[in-house]
């Protein structure tokens, strides 16, 4: 199926896509994002207004009914713009749309979907820590039961956008005596609850917004809150774990296959505008030759992510392909990024283009989303690899 056209009407949507970041997202307005390292909110409101937050909801919850093979497509055709407005659009609809859609409690759903399919509900990641990066089944941050009461202790790490999401969700231990595992849950936090702090941390890649160390003391939130309802209490690992993950490393890998398209496009355009020794170089055998690898290289990782993406939507097993889609795309990227800034020279290095700051968000995708060597060990144990 995945080799057939793509059906008619993601045609349509990348086509309107590319209009709207032609006429909404220039390049010099991104370079004024990019030195102000934040988004334009008004520009990503009508986005938002396309009905794109609405392909990880329900019809049933406002949204446009999940297809994540159009979700996909949205964030590829987003990140060739680099991700101003992609990281917004997955902090919303992937975060948010994505996760309440598959673990919240049918209350959950009905309160928190249609804004979040609308664009107006915007989601960040609670779960790593100071001391805990890949090993989330280690976290420190505890939660109890207050009566009614959830209350949060501990401090997160790397919560992009937690200074502007409305909601946080953290992954909590809540019973430090429990089996490993079986000992966690998610709490949405409201972002503006009392007993929140933040400290702001530094990062050359993912600058449409800041992260941050986010303190949780003495949070207090309603057990309503917790992720999947009150019955989903120490239930955080399986909603963590499960089909919401394959999304994530589809999301992620198409982060990254969008932004190593931008690197091939902007050095592909340069090669044939920058004349050497009396011809463009793209004339230049040598660069010829980097050039196609870079494109060969870029056409394997939309097969890998769109396969990846395919079963998902299809609800079909897809664990081995989803973490395959996530390394290998996010470890070939950063070839052809550095190939493409190659041929770019010491343009390449320059702010004048884009190039530079695409290779810095190449660099940190096989980070992202769970490391290229954490993918490799879920390959390997879910193929049964003996230890």
């Known amino acids: 199926m995945y080799f057939a056209d793509e059906p008619d009407h993601i045609i349509q949507l990348r086509d309107?896509?590319?209009?709207?970041?032609?006429?909404?997202?220039?390049?010099?307005?991104?370079?004024?994002?990019?030195?102000?390292?934040?988004?334009?909110?008004?520009?990503?409101?009508?986005l938002a207004e396309l009905g794109v937050c609405g392909l990880t909801v329900p019809e049933?919850?406002?949204?446009?009914?999940?297809?994540?093979?159009?979700?996909?497509?949205?964030?590829?055709?987003?990140?060739r713009a680099g991700l101003f407005l992609a990281g917004p659009y997955i902090q919303c609809a992937f975060y948010g749309g994505g996760n309440i859609s598959e673990s919240g409690s049918e209350e959950q759903k009905a309160a928190l979907l249609p804004d979040a399919a609308a664009g107006k509900l915007m989601f960040a990641y609670g779960l790593s820590e100071p001391d805990v990066g890949g090993d989330l089944a280690s976290i420190k941050t505890r939660a109890h039961l207050d009566g009614?009461?959830?209350?949060?202790?501990?401090?997160?790490?790397?919560?992009?956008?937690?200074?502007?999401?409305?909601?946080i969700i953290c992954l909590?231990?809540?019973?430090?005596?429990?089996?490993?595992?079986?000992?966690?849950?998610?709490?949405?936090?409201?972002?503006?609850?009392?007993?929140?702090?933040?400290h702001e941390l530094t990062h050359q890649n993912l600058i449409y917004t800041n992260s941050f160390d986010v303190y949780f003391d003495e949070v207090r939130v309603p057990a309503d809150n917790i992720l999947g309802g009150r019955d989903a209490w120490n239930d955080g690992?399986?909603?963590?774990?499960?089909?919401?993950?394959?999304?994530?490393?589809?999301?992620?890998?198409?982060?990254?296959?969008?932004?190593?398209?931008?690197?091939?496009?902007?050095?592909?355009?340069?090669?044939?505008?920058?004349?050497?020794?009396?011809?463009?170089?793209?004339?230049?055998?040598?660069?010829?030759?980097?050039?196609?690898?870079?494109?060969?290289?870029?056409?394997?990782?939309?097969h890998m992510l769109y396969h990846a993406a395919w079963l998902v939507d299809q609800d079909r097993p897809?664990?081995?392909?989803?973490?395959?889609?996530?390394?290998?795309?996010?470890?070939?990227?950063?070839?052809?990024?550095?190939?493409?800034?190659?041929?770019?020279?010491?343009?390449?290095?320059?702010?004048?283009?884009?190039?530079?700051?695409?290779?810095?968000d190449l660099i940190g995708m096989p980070i992202v989303g769970g490391s290229s060597h954490m993918q490799k060990n879920n390959i390997a144990n879910r193929l049964g690899l003996a230890e």
């Open 318 to 360: 897809a664990t081995v392909e989803t973490s395959m889609a996530k390394l290998f795309v996010a470890d070939t990227a950063v070839e052809i990024g550095l190939t493409c800034q190659r041929v770019m020279g010491a343009y390449g290095l320059s702010e004048e283009f884009d190039m530079a700051q695409t290779v810095r």
């Open 237 to 302: 690992w399986r909603r963590l774990a499960g089909r919401s993950l394959d999304v994530e490393k589809v999301e992620v890998a198409a982060m990254t296959f969008g932004l190593a398209q931008a690197a091939v496009e902007e050095a592909w355009e340069y090669a044939q505008q920058r004349r050497q020794f009396g011809k463009p170089i793209s004339g230049h055998q040598a660069v010829r030759h980097e050039l196609v690898d870079a494109r060969t290289k870029l056409e394997a990782c939309r």
């Open 148 to 167: 009614d009461t959830v209350v949060v202790n501990g401090v997160k790490r790397w919560c992009t956008g937690a200074d502007w999401a409305d909601y």
């Open 60 to 79: 049933k919850y406002g949204g446009l009914g999940q297809d994540w093979v159009a979700a996909t497509a949205v964030i590829e055709e987003l990140c």
């Open 172 to 198: 909590v231990n809540s019973d430090p005596d429990g089996q490993r595992y079986r000992n966690l849950s998610l709490v949405l936090v409201p972002g503006d609850a009392a007993g929140i702090t933040r």
């Open 16 to 46: 309107t896509l590319r209009r709207f970041i032609e006429r909404e997202a220039p390049r010099e307005k991104r370079q004024t994002w990019r030195d102000a390292q934040t988004f334009p909110r008004d520009v990503f409101a009508r």
